[in-house]
């Protein structure tokens, strides 16, 4: 990552599919101010005195902090998640979510986490900061498979190892733009009761997707399986830092008296960052208030805009490249059906001399996939981020990237199409 940043610098004047990062065109500098104000005056209608307002809006707050209650409302109306507010812990982004939870769950040397591969690098690079072995469970072609997480299970229970928890993004994952089908979201609750075996789902994406959505894993859960954790980096804006943990798994202390898992995360972030600021969480509050409880309604104009990027690539990708012709160089696409990300398969290895040449000659950045990789795997794939750009510069973009690999296909000492279909 540190190298992408050094070749935007150098190169400012590229077309970058590298960031996953929200569309600006929707930011409003003066909606954050509206947003706070609807809050504190919902909180004057509750009842709360001027000093308590001061206090809520100024001070430390609580640990697991103060807009609990109108998340559980938006994941009840927007998700199907009845999860009550005791089970909720407001995060510094979903990123100290995951921190949080890996470090209440892999207590013992001998438990290993389970990561669908590719696969977001905050998960691995949490469990690397904790000393937390990872088993990667590579998707196939058509995404997961259940029966590989299994053998996972396995296999780690053979070297005499425990399966803690499994990661995974079901939704327009990140870096690969798939998505689990509704039938592999059932085999993985069922194998995950079998197996007495966690879920960390991450849902980033689902309320910025066009079009219904598959229900999320915690809204299947029905035995407490499932640690979900959300953001509204995508659907309120990323510089709140607010995420949230959904942990209603019963567990016992040494005394034998029972809590759930949301207070034990809750201990550890009192350690880790106190509290999530509070001005952050009222700019979300009011997000939410302002629909009624509900995701921001902005979130329909946002899912729509990423569908139409979404589209706007795939079209350009076609264009640029016929079927026979990509069949013909060994090219290939996934067609996902919301998110910020898909995948493109490459006949050559798309390693960072490849990405400085694509900078350099042709004024494009991508992401090489083997970041996202805890093991080998994804030299000859790239990701493409397309959630920063408009239609206009996605086509522009998605034409420097087409002579960029035909000019790499055609390069001296270049290696042959690759077997195999689209990925």
Known sequence: MNFLNEITGRFPDVVSFA?????????????????????????????????????????????????????????RADEG??????????????????????????????????????????????????????????????????????????AERARGRRPRAFYVVPDHSNPSGNTMSRRAREELLELAARHDLLILE????????????????????????????????????????????VADQPVRDPSGAESLLADELAKIKSMVTVNTPALSQAAVAGALLACGGRSPSATR????????????????????????????????WNRPSGGFFLTVRVPFPADNAALLRSAEDHGVIWTPMAYFYP??????????SFSYLSPAEIEDGIARLAAFLHAEIERPGATGPTSGRDT
Do not use: N, W
Request: with cysteine; glycine share 10%; proline share 7%.
């Open 19 to 75: 960031p996953g990062r929200p569309y600006e065109e929707f930011f409003d500098k003066d909606e954050i101010l509206e947003h706070i104000r609807r809050y504190l005056d919902h909180l004057a209608a509750g009842g709360a005195s001027d000093e308590a307002i001061r206090t809520a809006l100024y001070q430390y707050g609580p640990t697991a902090d103060q807009i609990r209650e109108l998340i559980s409302d938006s994941l």
């Open 375 to 384: 093991g080998p795997g994804g030299e000859r794939s790239i990701r493409l």
């Open 202 to 245: 991450d849902s980033p994406y689902r309320l910025v997707s066009p079009g219904v959505q598959l229900p999320t894993l915690k809204s299947m859960d029905h035995a407490r399986r499932v640690i979900h954790l959300g953001s509204y980096s995508k659907s309120v804006f990323p510089s709140a830092r607010v995420g949230f943990v």
């Open 301 to 332: 104009c946002l899912a729509k805009h990423y569908g139409e990027a979404l589209r706007v690539t795939l079209e350009q990708l076609d264009r640029h490249f016929p079927e026979d012709v990509r069949d013909r160089l060994g090219i290939g």
């Open 81 to 154: 998640i009845d999860a009550p507010p005791g089970a909720i812990v407001v995060t510094v982004g979903a990123q100290e979510g995951m921190l949080l939870a890996l470090r209440a769950l892999f207590a013992d040397p001998g438990d290993v986490l389970l990561v669908a591969s590719p696969c977001y690098v905050g998960i691995t690079g949490a469990a690397s900061l904790l000393g937390v072995p990872v088993h990667p469970v590579e998707e196939r072609a058509d995404g997961l498979d259940v029966a590989d997480v299994e053998a996972a299970v396995l």
